[in-house]
């Protein structure tokens, strides 16, 4: 069965920080999403990661995709208030429908 | 263009009743799905479908209904509401498939007592 694990689960840092939240998965897949989530707020979609050794960055986010590692990594580069939210990364097993998500890692940064 | 739709956003329901939560996409996407979210949680799929008239069951399928009569929609029906199912639903559309990025609706806070 298709695991997702996030870590941290909580995060609190300072403004002007760097920090990277982790995405372990249990199976074979080549694909990974990442979601971000305002509190009482739908889920709006950061990156999909298509393929092993995939980078995506915008703004001062950047997400890392090493397939053989079963690993994703989410960078916050100088965090800022505005980027507190929660966020998600989200498998999909490959030759299957479904698509599993991690618990989130809530974000708060602070002035 | 609305994206994606959801009603009601706010549903509260006594055990044992039944109800049919709406998901409307206008993007032509063939692939839909729904979710529900608990604290702590993440997201569980409940049932996807890849076109009209196909439907599938994902991780939590018990105790709800989907059915795709046309690509814009795809109600999410609860047959005999149980407090277990006290959630919020998010309807989810994508345009590349299965395997796409997904689209979410704004959600609909259901509580059973």
């Known amino acids: 069965e298709l695991k997702v694990e996030q870590n941290p689960l909580f995060l609190s840092m300072q403004e002007g920080k760097n920090y990277t939240i982790y995405c372990n998965y249990s199976t074979t897949s080549d694909r990974l999403y990442w979601y971000r989530q305002d509190p009482g707020k739908s889920l709006e979609s950061l990156f999909v990661l298509l393929s092993n050794g995939a980078v995506k960055q915008e703004g001062r986010l950047m997400a890392s995709l090493d397939t053989k590692a079963r690993l994703s990594t989410l960078h916050i580069t100088a965090a800022v208030h505005d980027l507190s939210a929660t966020y998600f990364c989200?498998?999909?097993?490959?030759?299957?429908?479904?698509?599993?998500f991690g618990a989130g890692t809530r974000l708060t940064v602070k002035p | 263009n609305a994206g994606v739709t959801q009603t009601p956003k706010f549903q509260v329901l006594k055990t044992g009743q039944s109800m049919t939560l709406q998901c409307a996409q206008d993007?032509?996407?063939?692939?839909m799905s729904w979710y529900r979210q608990d604290p702590g949680m993440g997201l569980r799929l409940i049932h996807y479908?890849?076109?009209?008239?196909?439907?599938d069951q994902g991780e939590v399928p018990n105790g709800y209904n989907v059915s795709r009569s046309t690509t814009e929609d795809f109600p999410l029906r609860l047959l005999s509401a149980a407090p277990s199912q006290t959630s919020v639903y998010f309807c989810a559309s994508s345009y590349s498939g299965p395997r796409g990025e997904q689209y979410f609706g704004p959600g609909t806070r259901l509580t059973v007592t």
């Open positions: 479908s890849v076109g009209a008239g196909i439907t």
């Open positions: 993007m032509n996407h063939e692939y």
């Open positions: 989200a498998v999909d097993e490959r030759n299957n429908n479904d698509m599993r």
